[in-house]
Each structure stands twice: as C-alpha cells, then as structure tokens.
C-alpha cells in the first residue's frame, strides 16, 4: 500500500462531521477507492495515533474491520492544520510523501508561514490581576 496522505486528511474530515462515537465499521467511503485501502490507511492513522480505533484483522493479518471511536487529539491538530488548502499544498510541496513525522513539521511551518498566528498563542498563567 502506497501512503497517501490526502486520503489521511480526507478520512480525518469526513470522521469529524460525524456525530460523537456514531462511527461504525467502514464507515468511511470515497469513490473510487477499496475499502481495503481505506481500512490499511485507518491502521496506519492508528499507529500515528490520529484515531482511537478497534481493528478486526482476518486470520491472515489483513486488516477486515476499523471501528473508529475518536479523532484523538493530535489527530485534531493535524487536522487544524491541514484543513487549509493553501497550507495543505504547501506542505505537500515541501514534504512530499516523506515519512509522517517530516511531512508533518512541513505541514506545521506551511501553517506558520501562511499567517497561522494561532500556532504560536500563548496562554497567561493562571492566578495573576
């Protein structure tokens, strides 16, 4: 199976229309696309920990089931992130398909230099007048 994060970003938005703890068993669909290929991307975004998912294999390991529960919460920043398709771009542009880490530190300066101040807040502490 080839990565594709695309695919990735297009799974985590369709999972998070969904209503909280509403996913069923290969609830995400795209035309086009197998779905043994979606499921081989929910383990991967499992073993990035993007998703909180159960996996059902077949008895020959391949992946059958992916009931996913959650959208974890860097699943929820990566997907603040990628939701701009400018940013998107860019860092598709920079990383191409490296591995997730580089391509997730291209995604995260893409954000940074489009304007993303918000990556940079600052929370004041707590207790002060």
């Not at 059958?64 to 860097?74: A, K, L």
């Not at 400018?86 to 598709?92: D, P, R």
């Given at each position: 199976?080839?990565?594709?994060y695309d695919?990735?970003r ?6 998070e ?5 509403s996913?069923?068993p290969?609830d ?10 979606i ?16 996996i059902?294999?077949t008895?020959i ?8 529960f ?8 990566f ?12 860092a598709?542009?920079e990383?191409?398909w490296l591995?997730?880490?580089l391509?997730y ?10 304007g993303k ?7 004041p ?5």
């Amino acid at each position: 199976m080839k990565r594709d994060y695309d695919l990735i970003r297009g799974i985590l938005l369709q999972l998070e229309e969904l209503p909280p703890a509403s996913s069923r068993p290969n609830d995400v669909s795209f035309d086009g696309l197998s779905t043994a290929v979606i499921n081989d991307h929910l383990a991967y975004m499992d073993e990035l920990k993007l998703i909180d998912c159960r996996i059902t294999k077949t008895e020959i390991g391949a992946v059958d089931r992916v009931h996913v529960f959650r959208i974890t919460s860097p699943g929820q920043d990566f997907l603040a992130l990628a939701r701009n398709l400018e940013v998107w771009s860019a860092a598709k542009k920079e990383a191409g398909w490296l591995s997730y880490d580089l391509f997730y530190t291209a995604l995260h300066e893409a954000a940074k230099n489009h304007g993303k101040s918000w990556l940079d807040v600052s929370f004041p502490s707590g207790g002060e007048s």
